[in-house]
């Protein structure tokens, strides 16, 4: 037989290590190459950048001087000379170069041309392909400058320097087309020489991702080989001496290798062997005797006739339970029986004469007992055999049964509960064979069917069902398969009426796993169902009018896009109908509400669905109509409605509405979007007062989602910041400098598009974000306006601010002004509030209240835009002003005798009243002149300034 060589540990672990080592050291040897070529890398990539910043530089500090040469021969500026010279004495080394005359980093006193040559030499000194490039560059350089110096330092005439001129220009071009061919030049050496550095960067890499792969693979080997050598079986031993210490025999611990560590593995599993077989033959000894006295509550019994003794040894878990302090008790037969219950005695003494007298074979008996120190009366079952040894001799078993009698016990009261909660209960319980037969059922199901019991107790089930309206059979055959439990809600027809009832069935299985019956409770909910369906219908209809409401018509258009072909909405709104709640109480509305829905429900059109979606809004669907031609016709019947007059006890009441109309599918592809298309039009035909009905178009739909859009974008520029402030003057002519700066508000959207008040302000009016727009435009105004009012410059200096009639309208806007004002420290006196003269359409009282307490707090108030409307005239003897803005139509026509005469008259109201006049709008000097002579002194427009920021 071969034997096996024997190898050290030890050995193995050190070849092992060198090989790591060897791996480790090759691995390092790529990554330093590695490093190295991309320092080349770096080098020759700063390198290249500095020769194009060269090139670079030399083309365009020679368009920089030639335009500065230029513009210095054209205009005779001594700056343009200036800064020619300056340009040619850093370009050519007669001053040192800076961060303004190049982007290198090179600062020496060096030419451009020849820093440049000398960084080609360094970088290409094996080529001379670019040499003779450079040297017709550096010639043509001299010729420009020659040129410009001879041109600058002579006296030609026109003809003759426009000859020279032209021969600079093409020598600029040519220049350009150099610096173009050397740029090329560099780039594509470069780029040999950096693929060239890649090349060899993905070999070195390629081998680093090699060793690293090998070094790892290595590694998880050498783990791994460790781990079988040494780990394993340590591991392994340890954990079969803790199942030898907790007393499994069984274990496996076989070891392949053959070293020192075998030797001494095959050892302890000998001697563990030997240990374990001697262990058992002890522990099945033990297992023997303590079968008979320790297994649960079951005592040992012996009878000898001769003597009358009765010997019992009591378990451990019958001594614990009852306290017995002994664990054998050897007592005479009669002792024995004053034990036991006197009920139990006579039926125990007769079964042991029949058993000693051998008429029984077998001995079993339950009665009571109670030891003198037990407290209270056990239930045992005593089971005997005679004894092989003697015939006057029986041993046997004393088992406590006191737990299972207690449980029968118990189960004899829960099946009479349980009878009384079954025949009392209101649930319908029933008890079904597998096949279908009816074996139990409760009163009360007796009862919903209307049956007596001999009419259902054994009839299959189907066939009842079937009786009251159920055909469904499916379910029981599911229920007959895992998981054996299933829910269902049957509509059954009794003489009651309909009734709901929510069944749960369960098989119950029996110790084979197959269906043994089936358990029925069911629940009557037909009352839950028809509350249920109230709720329902309340939660889908106005309670108001009883029509459909939002929730119930997008329900009911969502069934019809599986079955309508054509529908037309109207979207109808009553006109002003909040006047009517205001002014003849919420009753009367709610009663115009009522007769307008008993209309439009009776009116003569086929296939319609009303619908009340809000207050005053209304939809009238039309389902499958024969033609668009019908809709006309439909369109007039529902104006009608409201033609009429509504008559309310004496009260006679006319109304108006608006009607808006989409048409699925010409309109839109998706019935659901047809109400918010009929609602577009409807506030379409609002703006269009001669326009009662307007169909929705695109242009429509393109036009609100524009301002949906628009308005979103405003509240996030808000949000965000986007807005921005500039100012424009108002000059005053007599004093030639501007008294007022009026601040318009821009904005910067997310394109960097700058946009004009008129683009956003009237859809931030329109959409209720013009409040908060406002406080931003305050806030910005006066934190830029208190910055420069530190300088002296700009101390006389007043700002004007619009505000919108909402602002003006704000709860405590004097107050919120007046705080902001003080904080950024500023004179209510410099501060002007412009108010468009709209502002006065309506609630002029309370206008004329929150202007009343501006002034109070010191505030100017000018009335902008004046003469723009109608009202503006009568707006002057009603509210206290301190300024007129004269809108600029006036000045557009001002060669127009009848403006003129109107700014005259403008101009005598304010002297009368004492106020000032701000002419707006003006563009020319002959407006400004014609404005002059009548007498105004404040003036504001593209002539003076255009709108800018305030330099701080």
Known sequence: ???????????????????????????????????????????????YIVTLALINEVHDTLLHTYDSFYLYITTEEVSYKELYDQQIAMFTGKKERNSHFTDVAINDKDATINLLANTLDSLYEDEEQYKPLLMSLSQKVEMILYTQGMILNSNQNKNELDVELASLKNNMKMVEEMTFELKSYVHTRFNHINQTVEDQLNVYENLWVLNMSLLYISGLYVILRIYLLLVKPILTGYKNIDKINQGVSTFNWNYKENNELKSLIDSLKQYITISDDRYKLITDQYKKIETFTSAGEINYCEYDSETSQFVIDFSAPCMRRYKVSQQRLSVNIRQYLR?????????????????????????RVEYRIKLEQMTEYAWVLLVAQKSTESEHNFYGVQIDITELKQTRKELETNKEEYQLVVEHSTDLIAKIDPNGTLLFASNSLFKVFN????????????????????????????????????????????????????WNHDAILDEQDHVSYIFSVGHDITDLKKANEQLQYEAEHDLLTGLLNRRGIFKYLDHLEQHAKKIAAFFIDIDEFKNINDFY???????????????????????????????????????????????????????????????????????????????????????????????????????????KCVRITKQLYEDV????????????????????????????????????????????DDSNTTLLPGEFIPLAEESGLMIELDQTIINTTLKEFS???????????????????????????????????????????????????NTFIDKINLCKEQIKRLKELGYLIAIDDFGKEYSSLSILNKVDFDIIKVDKTFVDGIKDKSNIEIVKMILNVARVKGKQVIVE?????????VLEKLGVRLMQGYYFNYPSKLEI
Not at 339 to 363: P, Q
Not at 728 to 742: A, C, H, L, R
Not at 921 to 929: A, C, F, L, S
């Open 585 to 691: 109480g919420h009753d009367i509305g709610d009663d115009i509400i009522k007769l307008v829905a008993k209309r439009l429900k009776y009116i003569n059109i086929p296939n319609k669905i009303v619908s009340r979606l809000s207050g005053d809004e209304f939809l009238l669907l039309i389902i499958d109509f024969d033609s668009l031609s019908d809709l006309e016709i439909y369109r007039e019947k529902l104006q009608s409605v409201f033609s009429e007059p509504y008559f309310l006890d004496e009260l006679t009441l006319g109304i108006s509405a608006s009607l808006g109309l989409a048409v699925y599918p010409n309109d839109t592809k998706d019935p659901l979007e047809l109400i918010t298309y009929a609602d577009i039009a409807m506030y379409a035909s609002k703006r269009h007062s001669s326009k």
């Open 921 to 929: 709008g003006i563009e020319t000097k002959e407006q400004k002149d």
């Open 1 to 47: 037989m071969k034997k096996t060589k024997r190898y050290s540990i030890v050995t193995r672990v050190v070849k092992m290590l060198l090989m790591l080592m060897i791996l480790f050291t090759t691995l390092l040897f790529s990554q330093i190459k590695t490093h190295n070529l991309y320092d080349l890398k770096s080098k020759q990539t700063t390198e």
């Open 339 to 363: 034990y036991i219950h006197e009920n139990d005695v006579i039926d125990l003494r007769e079964k042991f004469n029949k058993f000693i007298s051998n008429e029984d074979s077998e001995f």
């Open 451 to 502: 049956r007596d019991q001999k009419e259902l107790i054994g009839r299959n089930i189907f066939d009842i069902n079937k009786e009251h309206g159920i055909k469904e059979e499916e379910w029981f055959k599911k229920l007959l398969t895992p998981p054996y439990s299933i829910q269902r809600t049957n509509k059954i027809v009794t003489n009651e009426g309909i009734k709901y009832i929510i």
């Open 787 to 837: 910055a420069i009012k530190q300088n002296d410059r700009y101390k006389h200096l007043k700002v004007t601010i619009n505000i919108s009639r909402n602002k003006l309208l704000q709860v405590n806007f004097p107050e919120r002004l007046k705080k902001i004002t003080d904080h950024y420290k500023l004179k209510s006196s410099d501060i002007c509030i412009e108010i468009n003269e």
């Open 705 to 748: 989602t524009y301002k949906f859009n628009m308005t979103n974008k405003i509240k996030q520029a808000i949000e965000s910041e986007e807005f921005f402030m500039v100012y424009q003057g108002v000059y005053d002519v007599i004093k030639s400098q501007n008294t007022f700066i009026e601040a318009l508000v821009r904005w910067k």
